[in-house]
């Protein structure tokens, strides 16, 4: 029996420039992934840091944050068997670089340019997959029902 699972992917500000996300969109449902939700939005810098907070203080830090505030990115909610993983694997290696060479049809190889200027984000664990989502869809949580407003409306 299948089971679905969630993971959060990001259309990143080097592709959408590039007038790519919807072609991105369209090789994930080809790939068996369902588009739950998505939205399109700019990051400032405090909400690229705080994504990326596991990689504060590396040498990459902030080039990456200033390349996930360059402009807007697309978030969505892919939904599919075995989602994270089958996203990482559909996204390829990080560095688009070595994606080219070593998968040449991975959304990284196709899509992205260098080592940070990479097309693509994939969740890299469930647990990720579920902060992840809630980082950019609070509205979809459970919890969002919940609190002194909802109590008061009912
Ligand atoms: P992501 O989180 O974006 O899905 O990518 P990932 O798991 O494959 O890679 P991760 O190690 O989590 O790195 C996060 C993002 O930081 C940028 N990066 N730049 N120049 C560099 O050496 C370097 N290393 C990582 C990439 O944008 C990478 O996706
Ligand atoms: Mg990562």
Redesign the pocket.
Known sequence: MSTLERTLG?I?PDAVRAGKSREIMQLAELSGFQLLAKKTLQLSQERAEEF?A??QG???FP??VG??TSGPLYAMVLGREDAVKSW?GL?G???SLTAREQQPTCLRALYGT?????A?????SSASANREIAFFFPELQPDALEGPEATATY
């Open positions: 990001l990143k990326y596991e990689h590396k040498p990459f080039g990456l390349f996930m990482r996204m290696p990080t560095n260098n080592g940070t200027q990479n693509t984000h994939g969740s890299d």
